[in-house]
Every structure is written in C-alpha cells, then in structure tokens.
C-alpha cells in the first residue's frame, strides 16, 4: 500500500518511512503539490493509487461520498485525530510514524473508497 500524507503532516514522517521501504510521499516536501484544493489532492493521490492519510475530515469526507455517489473510485483516506496526533507535543510525530508503520505493516482494510480512522 502507499501513502500520500496531506500537508498538516511532517514530512519526516515519509522520510522516516520510506527509510524503512515502505512507500510515503509528504505533500509538504513537494512543491508542485502544496497548496492543491482537496478536489485535485484527492484525485492526484487516487491516480497514483495513494491512500490519503489527513486530519481533514470536513473537507474529505463529503469529497469521498461525492466520488462514491459517482461510481468512482478512490484509493483510500486515513483520517487521523489531531488530539491523538497533536503536532505540538513532543510525541509528534514518532506516534503517526508508529501508528503508520503498524498500519503498512498489516493493513486491516484493502479495496477502494474505503475509510479508516487512526
């Protein structure tokens, strides 16, 4: 499975993945894809078979069922809690490095369009 972690998330946490061969790419650490409107986001990570991982439910979720009510598929979204991820603590971000890393290891969903809450 690969990821596509929205632009709230450190990039060291691809960096930190992707050093362990799992494959992660960080918006933040690409220009041409910072700032993108979560419609493209959306569909960018879906042409490269990314599952989207944020914390931006209010805007995603309703992107989600639009694509679903659409019969079109997406490559999966991973909502993460800002209070369990909280970027201001000292254990961001070895703990959405951890929760990841356990996630890649043994996905507990495959398919499309589906949802998973970390």
């Known amino acids: 499975m690969k990821l596509l972690l929205d632009e709230m998330h450190a990039p060291s946490v691809a960096v930190e993945l992707t050093g362990e061969a799992f494959d992660v790419v960080a918006v933040a650490a690409h220009p041409d894809l910072r700032g993108?409107?979560?419609?493209?986001?959306?569909?960018?990570?879906?042409?490269?078979?990314?599952a989207l991982v944020t914390e931006n439910v209010a805007d995603f979720m309703p992107?989600?069922?639009?694509?679903?009510?659409?019969?079109?598929?997406h490559a999966g979204l991973i909502f993460t809690n800002?209070?369990?991820?909280?970027?201001?603590?000292?254990?961001y971000p070895a703990n959405l490095i951890a929760s990841l890393?356990?996630?890649?290891?043994?996905?507990?969903?495959?398919?499309?369009?589906?949802i998973w809450w970390l």
Request: hydrophobic share 40%.
């Open 63 to 73: 992107l989600a069922t639009q694509w679903v009510d659409r019969h079109e598929a």
């Open 101 to 114: 890393r356990g996630f890649l290891t043994d996905p507990p969903i495959t398919g499309e369009s589906w």
């Open 82 to 91: 800002p209070k369990r991820f909280n970027r201001a603590t000292l254990a």
């Open 36 to 50: 993108m409107a979560d419609k493209e986001l959306l569909a960018y990570a879906s042409t490269e078979r990314r």
